[in-house]
């Protein structure tokens, strides 16, 4: 078993900050790639980041590519989404979740098993 607590959601002007952490327990975390979703109010859950459990590799959804950094500290068990130049239309609840890395396929939700409580982000205009 494996839980997630992600934190560091927050309320922020258009263009500014955030870092989210997500720190995971239980099992053996490094054996796990990790992903970061979103959902907007009245809006499906979306892919925004992920990283395989080596941190070798990155994948990002174009909306966030550019701005949008994930990393991980598997010493720590965290897991980091760095959010720069933030629009409203990133205004969402951001939940970190994790996938057995011998699953391959990095953005589709249905290969995550264990999902963090989720953290709201909020941007004004």
């Known amino acids: 078993q494996v839980q997630l607590v992600d934190s560091g959601g927050g309320l922020v002007q258009a263009g500014g900050s955030l870092r989210l952490s997500c720190v995971v327990s239980?099992?053996?975390?490094?054996?796990?790639?990790m992903g970061w979703f979103r959902q907007a109010p009245g809006k499906e859950r979306v892919f925004v980041a992920a990283i395989t459990w080596s941190g070798g590799s990155t994948y990002y959804a174009d909306s966030v590519k550019g701005r949008f950094t994930i990393s991980r500290d598997n010493a720590k068990n965290t897991v980091y989404l760095q959010m720069n130049t933030l629009k409203p239309e990133d205004t969402a609840v951001y939940y970190c979740?994790?996938?057995?890395?011998?699953?391959?396929?990095?953005?589709?939700?249905?290969?995550?098993?264990?999902w963090g409580q989720g953290t709201q982000v909020t941007v004004s205009s």
């Open positions: 239980g099992r053996t975390s490094s054996s796990y790639d």
């Open positions: 979740a994790a996938k057995p890395s011998r699953l391959l396929i990095m953005t589709s939700q249905t290969f995550y098993d264990y």
